[in-house]
T-cell receptor, first 118, second 108 residues
Framework: GAVVSQHPSRVICKSGTSVKIECRSL??????MFWYRQFPKQSLMLMAT?????????EQGVEKDKFLINHASLTLSTLTVTSAHPEDSSFYIC??????????????FGPGTRLTVL | QKEVEQDPGPLSVPEGAIVSLNCTYS??????FMWYRQYSRKGPELLMY????GNKEDGRFTAQVDKSSKYISLFIRDSQPSDSATYLC????????FGTGTSLTVIP
């Protein structure tokens, strides 16, 4: 079945450093990947939509210069949190969008990356 | 075997019907169980959040967790057209595992 991986699963960094999170679709091609952010016991907040070979579309209120997204191939999208601060500490979750052989649009989620900024 | 299995549907019901959505899982270490509702082009909205086994009720929504059977359910009573959305189950220990979502349409 379709699997989406994220790396790293957990990262702790100092304030001011940059952190790159990878999202990979392991056995299917995803033309579209989504990046979400989740605080404890809250809904997933859509940050941006990442399309292969083009610029990401950011949701209102999300700083595109702070959260850099690159979708270099049909199986890989990366999110870089630049100059991270403690308020950026959160769970970052990606999902990959594909159309099944039956014609159903399906979204597969990654397991999340827990970012802690000291 | 996938960590979480969820029937993708689609599921169509008439307005007022009781809807039952289900997920099964394989990892007995999961402790937190969640149901999300997602409208098109929006982030998944957290509906119910349950720790360990048991039932939890919130308005028309009831979440059940049966850890012995590794089975969770979401019931929607008196379904409304505005309930039409994709419903995702999720569970976590150290990481999140999501179902693929069930597409629900409530017909007026």
């Amino acid at each position: 079945g379709a699997v989406v991986s994220q790396h790293p699963s957990r990262v702790i960094c100092k304030s001011g450093t940059s952190v790159k999170i990878e999202c990979r679709s392991l056995d299917f091609q995803a033309t579209t990947m989504f990046w979400y952010r989740q605080f404890p016991k809250q809904s997933l907040m859509l940050m941006a939509t990442s399309n292969e070979g083009s610029k990401a579309t950011y949701e209102q209120g999300v700083e595109k210069d702070k959260f850099l997204i690159n979708h270099a191939s049909l199986t890989l999208s990366t999110l870089t949190v630049t100059s991270a601060h403690p308020e950026d500490s959160s769970f970052y979750i990606c999902s990959a969008f594909t159309r099944t052989s039956g014609g159903t649009d399906t979204q597969y989620f990654g397991p999340g990356t827990r970012l802690t900024v000291l | 075997q996938k960590e979480v299995e969820q029937d993708p549907g689609p599921l169509s019901v008439p307005e007022g019907a009781i809807v039952s959505l289900n997920c099964t899982y394989s990892n007995s270490a999961f402790q937190y169980f969640m149901w999300y509702r997602q409208y098109s082009r929006k982030g998944p909205e957290l509906l119910m959040y349950t720790y360990s086994s048991g039932n939890k009720e919130d308005g028309r929504f009831t979440a059940q967790v049966d850890k012995s059977s590794k089975y969770i359910s979401l019931f929607i009573r008196d379904s409304q057209p505005s309930d039409s959305a994709t419903y995702l189950c999720a569970m976590s220990g150290n990481q999140f595992y999501f179902g693929t979502g069930t597409s629900l349409t409530v017909i007026p």
